[in-house]
């Protein structure tokens, strides 16, 4: 046994199908919204063809319209859910009916949709502003650097510093228990050793945030045997959202940069391209360059 591997990445082992959500609708009273909806018959594989999608779903609007156009482009955050029949949350009678015209259908409320959506896109901002210099901004209003001032573990160096992120209500959303908050808007995130710049400590406060939400969405580490250059780490994910997260993870790990397109307004990932490309396709090339020519009337 000589040969190395080959140079595929762990990422492009990832094999990850999802459906698109049929029917989704909105039902129920109000504070008690559930968004419902079946898997498509086709599916797709969300990580090959949607390369941006993490940074999608970071930008929409908390709203239910929002959400359903997503949904019905993208699928359902995960599978399961309450269960749904018609119009409301199915009864225990229709739950041990043998009907066979009564459709079942899985729901999933407001609050998940928005703490999922409202704690990506916190990261996701730590991340540009880290990229783009600007972490000092962040502390203050989405980040707190504290002094430390909990128990220490025996014979563990005491850390000096707490950083407290302001995921509070997202967490709140996704039903995450949390020990203690500050103003009930910050959460405490990780320690810091010792006095850091703002960067710094946006860097452990990302690092910390991805980690335990690729736990908690369930991103786990696999060894495949289905390659042909032997056995290989690659990773597993069975929901959308634990597969926007994964590719969020990567996306962080292979330093991948993302341009918004001029014409359509999606993300695209960019890391490959020219420097001076600006659209995400060949379609939204052309009709800029119609555009342009046109004298740019219309969009
Ligand atoms: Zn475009």
Not at 203 to 218: P, Y
Request: net charge neutral; glycine share 8%.
């Amino acid at each position: 046994m000589t040969s190395r591997i080959s140079s595929v990445s762990p990422a492009a082992l990832v094999d990850f199908q999802w459906w698109r959500m049929a029917e989704g609708r909105w039902i129920g009273p109000k504070n008690q919204r559930l968004l419902a909806g079946h898997p498509a018959d086709d599916g797709y594989q969300p990580l090959k063809s949607e390369p941006a999608l993490f940074r999608r779903f970071a930008d929409q609007r908390d709203t239910e319209g929002a959400f359903a156009e997503f949904a019905a482009r993208y699928g359902d955050l995960d599978g399961g859910g309450a269960v749904v029949v018609g119009d409301h949350i199915a009864t225990a009678e229709e739950m041990a009916s043998n009907d066979p015209f009564l459709v079942y259908s899985e729901g999933r409320s407001l609050q998940i949709w928005r703490g999922h959506r409202q704690m990506l896109a916190f990261a996701v901002r730590l991340w540009d502003a880290i990229n783009e210099g600007g972490a000092d901004e962040l502390i203050g209003t989405d980040l707190l650097v504290k002094p430390y001032d909990s128990l220490v573990e025996p014979g563990k160096p005491a850390p000096k510093y707490m950083v407290w992120t302001r995921t509070a209500s997202a967490q709140r959303d996704l039903g995450l228990t949390t020990p203690k908050t500050f103003d009930e808007q910050f959460e405490p995130a990780t320690p810091l050793m010792k006095a850091s710049l703002p960067e710094a400590a946006a860097r452990a406060a990302l690092a910390n945030l991805i980690s335990e939400m690729c736990a908690t969405v369930r991103v786990v580490m696999r060894v495949t045997s289905a390659q042909p250059d032997g056995l290989r780490l690659t990773f597993e994910v069975r929901s959308l959202i634990a597969a926007m997260w994964l590719q969020f993870a990567l996306a962080v790990d292979g330093q991948r940069e993302y341009r918004p397109c001029p014409v359509c307004g999606d993300w695209w990932d960019a890391t490959e391209a020219r420097s001076d490309r600006k659209t995400c396709s060949d379609r939204c090339r052309k009709r800029m360059h119609r555009q342009t020519v046109s004298g740019g009337t219309g969009v």
